[in-house]
Each structure stands twice: as structure tokens, then as C-alpha cells.
């Protein structure tokens, strides 16, 4: 005779659980959106115009750039640094490992206008960088077992702030989010598969 709790670890958590990542990744960002949008309005500002696509290609050289050197200092930290100083809790392998390639465009698409538009938009217009990605840092819970990736959230968050004030226009911090996002997410994928 087996009882419920039997039926339920039988039934694969990592499927449910999976589900509910997804559900929450896609009810999160929609919260952020909606509480970078109304915080820029309240702060008299209008956020289409935050996204109004830029003159020029330089704030491509500004997000692409950033990440360049991130992806380094990231390489530099996983040669140098303890697998286990890096752990996330393993939510972004599971986030990433069975997407299709367009899946993770679009989670890498959504994740970085919502997050911008929210900390670089509305949060560092309020507060300035500093505090903005001490907000950054804390938001991304996952990380703050281990100094490490929480030192390296807030730098990356601060990054992301320089580079809006140099480039003058959303975008560049968004690029630089989304190529992050996108490219590690492929990476993860492919690590995945390898291991599989």
C-alpha cells in the first residue's frame, strides 16, 4: 500500500517544478514591468520614451562592450573562483537546459526590458547607481548564499548604470542584459546536453 506522499515524489517534481519556474519567471517580470512603468510616471516622466529606439549604433558598442567584459571577468571567476561560490541553487540550469533557442531569446528579450526599465529607468533615476544595484543585488536572491556572485551581481548592476549614463538611452543596458542572458543561456543549454 503506498500513501499520497509516495504518489507525489513518483509523480516528477522537476517537471512541476519546471512549470511553476517558468510561471514565476513570466509573473515576476511582468510585475517589474508594471512597477518600472508606473514609477516612471510618477516621476513625470514617460516610459515610451525611455524605449524610443535610439540615433545611431553607439549604444550598441556600449551594451556589446559591457558584456565582452563581463563574459571575461565571469570566465576569470569560474577558473579562479570554487564551483560552489558560483551556485545559483541550480535555477538557471533548469531554467535554460530544455528551452528551445527561441525560448531563450524571449526570456532573454523579456528579462532585460522589464529589469532595465525598472532599475535603470525608473530605480537609478531616483536613487543613482549605488543603491539601484544594491537593489539589483537583493532581488537576486539565488546569489546571496555566497559573497562572490552577490559582489559580482552588484558590479554587473553597476555596470549596466555607467554605461545608461554614458550612452544616454536605455538601450545600451538592455543589449547588455539581453546578450548576457541570451548567450549564458545558450551555454547552459549546451553544457546540459553534454552532461546528459
Same mark, same amino acid.
Given at each position: 500500500?503506498?500513501?499520497?506522499?509516495?504518489? #507525489?515524489?513518483?509523480?516528477?517534481?522537476?517537471?512541476?517544478?519546471?512549470?511553476?519556474?517558468?510561471?514565476? !519567471? @513570466?509573473?515576476?517580470?511582468?510585475?517589474?514591468?508594471?512597477?518600472?512603468?508606473?514609477?516612471?510616471?510618477?516621476?513625470?516622466?514617460?516610459?515610451?520614451?525611455?524605449?524610443?529606439?535610439?540615433?545611431?549604433?553607439?549604444?550598441?558598442?556600449?551594451?556589446?562592450?559591457?558584456?565582452? *567584459?563581463? +563574459?571575461?571577468? =565571469?570566465?576569470?571567476?569560474? /577558473?579562479? $573562483?570554487?564551483?560552489? =561560490?558560483? =551556485? =545559483?541553487?541550480?535555477?538557471?540550469?533548469?531554467?535554460?537546459?530544455?528551452?528551445?533557442?527561441? %525560448?531563450?531569446?524571449?526570456?532573454?528579450?523579456? *528579462?532585460?526590458?522589464?529589469?532595465? !526599465?525598472?532599475?535603470?529607468?525608473?530605480?537609478?533615476?531616483?536613487?543613482?547607481?549605488?543603491?539601484?544595484?544594491?537593489? +539589483?543585488?537583493?532581488?537576486?536572491?539565488?546569489?546571496?548564499? %555566497?559573497?562572490?556572485?552577490?559582489?559580482?551581481?552588484?558590479?554587473?548592476? @553597476?555596470?549596466?548604470?555607467?554605461?545608461? /549614463?554614458?550612452? $544616454?538611452?536605455?538601450?545600451?543596458?538592455?543589449?547588455? %542584459?539581453?546578450?548576457?542572458?541570451?548567450?549564458?543561456? &545558450?551555454? &547552459?543549454?549546451?553544457?546540459?546536453? #553534454?552532461?546528459?
Amino acid at each position: 500500500m503506498t500513501n499520497k506522499n509516495e504518489n #507525489k515524489r513518483r509523480r516528477g517534481p522537476v517537471q512541476l517544478t519546471d512549470r511553476l519556474l517558468l510561471v514565476n !519567471l @513570466y509573473l515576476t517580470q511582468g510585475l517589474t514591468l508594471l512597477i518600472g512603468t508606473v514609477w516612471i510616471w510618477l516621476q513625470g516622466r514617460n516610459p515610451l520614451e525611455l524605449l524610443e529606439p535610439p540615433t545611431g549604433w553607439t549604444f550598441l558598442y556600449w551594451g556589446a562592450g559591457l558584456a565582452v *567584459v563581463m +563574459f571575461f571577468v =565571469d570566465f576569470l571567476m569560474t /577558473v579562479w $573562483g570554487r564551483e560552489e =561560490d558560483m =551556485d =545559483d541553487g541550480g535555477i538557471n540550469a533548469m531554467l535554460f537546459r530544455s528551452r528551445p533557442l527561441w %525560448h531563450i531569446f524571449v526570456i532573454a528579450a523579456i *528579462v532585460s526590458v522589464c529589469e532595465e !526599465l525598472l532599475f535603470r529607468g525608473a530605480l537609478q533615476y531616483h536613487l543613482g547607481p549605488y543603491w539601484t544595484s544594491i537593489l +539589483f543585488a537583493v532581488i537576486h536572491i539565488r546569489y546571496l548564499r %555566497h559573497w562572490l556572485p552577490t559582489a559580482w551581481v552588484f558590479a554587473s548592476s @553597476y555596470g549596466l548604470g555607467w554605461i545608461y /549614463v554614458q550612452s $544616454g538611452t536605455l538601450w545600451a543596458p538592455i543589449v547588455c %542584459h539581453f546578450l548576457i542572458d541570451f548567450i549564458s543561456g &545558450i551555454m &547552459i543549454k549546451r553544457r546540459e546536453q #553534454k552532461e546528459r
